[in-house]
């Protein structure tokens, strides 16, 4: 009698003990459900499915503590709660060891406890359930006490404990599956790759990037055009130079400077003409005069630049591929999708991809980006994670002329991008579920993807300076630069904490 009445006692009080836990536990969720959203939407295991698991979670805990309190449903709520606890055990073991990135935590204790810690504390409750279902039925004087009970009791363990563990990596596979490839607009914000914070005040914001070097960076001048300005690493101006160019018999109204060591162009497609020269003495001479007119232009090579051109028959937006040594041009009508005019709607970013030798091009208002080999044949076409498929223009004609305008002001998706080894990234004009207006007020987003197999990888910010956002931004090996406002950017990316995300 004694006995039972010590067995009794260990079991009620192990039920209390988890009615403590949910109940602390589903109250601090919902008393701060957004921030418990938003850190849910970070895991690598659940992000897809936050909406309903927000939800699931805290009621669950407040149903099986109730099951718990009364002593008629005492059995069923110790079952649940082993159930649980085993499915919160197996996540967090997830978490751990084959996670990409170990998010924030997700509300109620957790939040106390680092992620190693919480794991032993499910165990304990883990193992304490199980000792108390199992005192539960077979303590002295219970006329089931015998081998067909027993195998039953422990078939429903292991079937419990399998479907908490089942239910855990389903989640996991599929999880991941739906946030790198069809993603809903569920960013991760895992830890920063950025390091090693520099800015330098340029005093005006009419600069912008020209290109890269190994240890430089070369700044152009909307309102010099051919000033060139070259800062190191460490964010001194080492060099201000005047781009001499051997005709000059033009009417420019574009001019921009392209870099690409140890050669540069100066090109200017309203008229449209091309230079090139050496950055050992800023002289540039004509190498193209004619053809087609163009709106973007990017360096492959000492030769070779990608333009975006326009049809001589359609009047819409094509890519092209002009060689300076052969005179050649090589166009392209199929690369881009018209949607509306096959002008505004073409809008987007031109860059060209070192390590893998192709053409990348970024539609501005769509969640689509065009990948091309170096003779402009289609490789593939990528998206990214925003829902925006189809562009949000209203375009007008100009009565009596063949001009068109947009009536309004377009709805941008992606506002800036860089390509660097076999990564995209994407300055995204677009707010994702879960994310807080605070965060968008203060940084520029830059969403990550693989281009070797188009997933989204995850997202970082470039936070504002002096109240004024990113303008364009490059990213070459480990430096990053950015402009923003009238400031230059640097900082160093850290690549083991980028690789492990690509995993």
């Known amino acids: 009698m004694k006995r039972s009445i010590y067995l009794h006692y260990f079991i009620t009080s192990v039920c209390y003990l988890y009615v403590l836990v949910f109940t602390y536990a589903a109250a601090s969720k919902l008393f701060d459900y957004q921030n418990f959203q938003i850190q849910l939407s970070q895991s690598p295991l659940i992000s897809a499915f936050v909406s309903y698991v927000s939800w699931a979670v805290p009621l669950s805990e407040l149903l099986i503590t109730v099951l718990l309190i009364f002593p008629l449903t005492r059995t069923i709520g110790l079952y649940a709660a082993y159930f649980f606890m085993v499915l919160f055990t197996a996540y967090i073991y997830i978490i751990l060891h084959y996670s990409s990135f170990v998010p924030c935590s997700c509300g109620g204790i957790l939040e106390k406890m680092n992620w190693t810690q919480h794991l032993v504390f499910n165990g304990v409750f883990v193992v304490l359930a199980l000792i108390a279902l199992y005192l539960g039925r077979f303590q002295v004087g219970n006329d089931n006490n015998n081998r067909s009970n027993r195998t039953s009791f422990r078939g429903l363990i292991l079937s419990l404990t399998t479907a908490g563990i089942g239910i855990v990596v389903v989640l996991f596979l599929v999880s991941e599956n739906i ?5 809903t607009l569920i960013r991760r914000f895992p830890h920063t790759p950025i390091e090693k914070k520099e800015k330098l005040d340029l005093l005006v914001s009419s600069y912008y990037i020209a290109g890269v070097g190994q240890n430089e960076i070369y700044l152009g001048n909307t309102t010099a055009p051919l000033l060139i300005t070259v800062v190191d690493e460490q964010m001194n101006i080492i060099a201000k130079k005047r781009i001499s160019l051997d005709r000059t018999k033009f009417t420019f109204r574009g001019l921009r400077i392209c870099v690409k060591p140890p050669y540069f162009f100066v090109t200017d497609g309203t008229v449209p003409v091309i230079y090139k020269g050496r950055i050992s003495n800023w002289k540039a001479r004509l190498v193209k005069q004619g053809g087609e007119y163009f709106a973007a232009a990017v360096a492959l090579d000492s030769v070779s630049l990608a333009v975006r051109t326009h049809s001589s028959v359609t009047g819409e937006s094509i890519l092209g591929l002009i060689n300076t040594r052969t005179n050649k041009t090589i166009l392209n009508s199929e690369l881009l999708q018209k949607q509306f005019d096959g002008v505004f709607d073409l809008d987007g970013q031109l860059h060209y991809n070192e390590e893998l030798r192709q053409v990348i091009y970024l539609y501005a208002y769509r969640n689509q980006y065009t990948q091309a080999d170096l003779n402009l044949k289609l490789l593939k076409r990528g998206k990214t994670i925003d829902t925006i498929s189809k562009a ?31 990564i995209l990234f994407v300055n995204s004009a677009v707010p994702g579920k879960y994310e807080k207006d605070a965060l968008w007020k203060s940084a520029s987003i830059i969403d990550v993807y693989n281009l070797k197999d188009n997933s989204y990888l995850y997202t970082f910010c470039i936070y504002d300076i002096a109240g004024r956002k990113m303008r364009s931004f490059i990213i070459n090996g480990d430096n990053l630069y950015a402009l923003i406002g009238s400031y230059l950017f640097h900082s160093k990316l850290n690549r083991k904490k980028m690789q492990q995300y690509e995993k």
């Open 179 to 183: 946030v790198h490839y069809h993603n």
């Open 392 to 422: 949000k223009l209203v375009v007008v004609k100009v009565k009596n002329s063949h001009v068109r305008k947009l009536a309004k002001p377009p709805l941008f998706v992606n506002k800036a991008s860089a390509t660097s080894g076999h």
